[in-house]
């Protein structure tokens, strides 16, 4: 966790601090945002032809 890095901090105990916390209602919590779909190699392959294409 980058909070125990930068509190210099075990892990464990941030996470205990932050639960409490959570628990506490001083600080919210929501499930992490997914990554978004990994581009479709063609489509980008044909877009950069086309945009080649335009250039000549």
Excluded at 32 to 50: F, H, K, N
């Amino acid at each position: 966790m980058e909070t125990a890095a930068v509190l210099e901090l075990p892990v464990s105990a941030v996470r205990v601090l932050a639960a409490h916390l959570i628990d506490l209602g001083l600080v919210g919590a929501r499930p992490p945002i997914p990554y978004a779909a990994q581009p479709d190699l063609d489509l980008l392959e044909r877009v950069a032809d086309g945009l080649r294409a335009l250039k000549l």
